[in-house]
């Protein structure tokens, strides 16, 4: 069996599973019946690129998300994914898995590992495709990224200020381990703990304004290197509507080792606008991004991030539920040159749990006949 | 010209006819019975819709039922409360879920029948019917004040 076909069938045996998950889920008749709500996320990609060997059909991502309400305050989030690799194994990893317990909209309080909440992108889109409207991730926040901690694992309070627009988190975790892009799923390697804050003001209406900051300290031990304090801040503004759609983020670092010191600035912003009358399906966006690394920066200096790029695209809702991007990049790479490079993305969401109504949830316990 | 009239008078009678229906056809607001509350802001109506409030003021958990698509009542409530489209309202509780701001989606009723029956089943609920179909054993919630039938009430 190729790896497309192992990657095919094990993705199916994930998405089978949680379906007949969702299935039991939906006949439990306790109080208020624990309720599942099932989403998986997919892609095709196809790409073009200078001097890069490997191109062509690229089979995506697949992500699995299940989040269970076990009873009427405590909850359970998953999000799971099946990555092809070159080496022919599939990698499976769960990015997100953490339990809460609300109090109240004020107070909710949840332990497990997270995607960090720093700034805009890292925490809006996690690794829905589809709910993206660009086909890449801006550099500073990939996976796999150095710049920021993209995962955290510990504790999280969170909730609304009083009966604002405003809210807040607070973190307090493992942070960054050895491995620098990597959280610490089991245990602080160097046992002292990162905490983080975050605030963020978001009213209602038609001008779909989202804008928030936060701050995030760790101290870390790469491997082979001296301790580092880390202190990041973030900053961003959003407008979550069509026409137009604009986020720009603002991403600062500081770097101390008793060796050096160094700071990292990256900020992006990106405009998409969706078109009006027949052409309504197309969502034309450019985005521009840059990331600078002081040479002296005793984290990531070594690293070659520097980083400049334009991309622009078109996004094609052809379908409810699944959307066609095209998408160019000039890009500027601090350790190998620029390239420029051609992207297809073609990338789906559905709800096995709920039949052609993905976004609404079933409650049959209470299910009664219509006369109307 | 006898034509033309015809179709005038055709025009202008499906044009107050449609006009009568619209002024009749005020969307209600309406709660379980044992909800401790009798007015909502547009705000709060807002806020509660959108899911960024999820509890009443007595702490119980709020359970928002939401009409199935191509409801005359449903287009209201997404343009004058989600100020959304279908399509943006689909994004919107898709982005909702996955980013675990929600544990559960909305439930969907099929008729203002269902929703009156599961809202007084169902503990903590909320949802919105027309109010020419609510029966007298529904709490209705007056917004900014007014009630469906008073001039001035917002869900006209």
């Keep these: ?144 990224s150095n710049v920021i901690p993209v995962h955290f694992v510990g504790a999280l309070l969170e909730g609304n200020i009083g009966d604002s627009d405003f809210g807040y988190k607070v973190g307090y975790g493992n942070g960054r381990s050895d ?75 500081n770097h101390e080792s008793s060796l050096n010191e160094g700071k990292v600035s990256s900020i992006y912003g990106q405009v998409a606008y969706r078109l009006t009358g027949r052409a309504d399906k197309f969502k034309p966006y450019i985005r521009a991004e840059r990331l600078d690394v002081d040479d002296d920066d005793p984290l990531l200096g070594a690293l070659g991030l520097d980083y400049k790029g334009v991309v622009a695209g078109t996004r094609w809702d052809f379908s409810p539920f699944a959307v066609l991007k095209a998408e160019i990049r000039h890009e500027e790479f601090g350790n190998t040159g620029s390239r420029n490079s051609f992207w297809l993305q073609l990338a789906f969401v559905f709800n096995p749990g709920s039949g052609s109504q993905p976004y609404v949830a079933r409650a049959p316990q209470y299910r009664v006949a219509s006369s109307r | 010209m006898k034509k033309l009239f015809v179709i005038f008078a055709l025009t202008t009678m499906v044009f107050i006819t449609r006009l009568g229906l619209a002024e009749d056809s005020a969307v209600a607001i309406v709660v379980h019975p044992n909800v401790q509350v009798s007015d909502l802001s547009t705000g709060q109506l807002r806020r509660i819709f959108l899911a960024d409030q999820q509890f009443w003021p007595d702490k119980s ?34 982005a909702k879920i996955f980013r675990a701001e929600v544990a559960a989606l909305p439930k969907i009723v099929f008729s203002s029948n269902m929703a009156q029956e599961l809202v007084t089943a169902i503990p903590g609920s909320i949802t919105f019917i027309p109010s020419s179909e609510i029966d007298s054993s529904i709490k209705v919630l007056s917004i900014d004040g007014l009630l469906p039938d008073q001039p001035g009430y917002s869900l006209h």
């Excluded at chain 2, 005359?72 to 689909?90: A, C, G, P, T, W």
């Design chain 1, 1 to 144: 069996m190729n790896s497309f076909a192992r990657y095919s069938a094990r993705l199916a045996m994930v998405i089978v599973g949680i379906t007949v998950t969702t299935t039991t889920a939906a006949q439990d008749t306790s109080t208020l019946g624990q309720q599942i709500s099932t989403l998986i996320f997919g892609e095709i990609d196809y790409r073009e690129r200078e001097d890069q060997g490997d191109d062509g059909f690229v089979v995506g991502q697949g992500v699995a998300q299940f989040n269970v309400r076990l009873d009427d305050r405590l909850s359970v989030f998953t999000e799971m994914t099946a990555t092809a690799r070159k080496d022919q194994n599939t990698k499976f990893q769960i990015e997100r898995l953490f339990v809460r317990y609300d109090f109240s909209d004020q107070y909710k309080i949840s332990a497990g590992r997270y995607h960090t909440p720093l700034g805009y992108w890292n925490s809006a889109f996690h690794h829905g495709s589809w709910l993206q409207t660009t086909v890449s991730r801006p550099e500073t926040v990939k996976f796999g």
């Design chain 1, 179 to 253: 491995k620098i892009n990597a959280p610490g799923d089991i245990g602080d390697s160097n046992n002292s703990r990162a905490w983080m804050v975050a605030g963020h003001y978001r009213p209602p209406g038609r001008l779909g304004l989202h804008t928030g900051f936060s701050f995030y300290v760790d101290e870390i031990n790469p491997e082979f290197e001296p301790e580092i304090d880390e202190q990041l801040f973030g900053a961003y503004l959003a407008l979550e509507r069509e026409a137009p759609e604009v986020v720009v983020e603002y991403t600062y670092a």
């Design chain 2, 61 to 94: 958990r709020i359970v928002l039922l939401v009409r199935a698509p191509e409801a005359d009542e449903r287009k209201m409530v997404l343009d004058r409360i989600y100020e959304m489209n279908e399509s943006q309202f689909r994004k919107y509780w898709i």
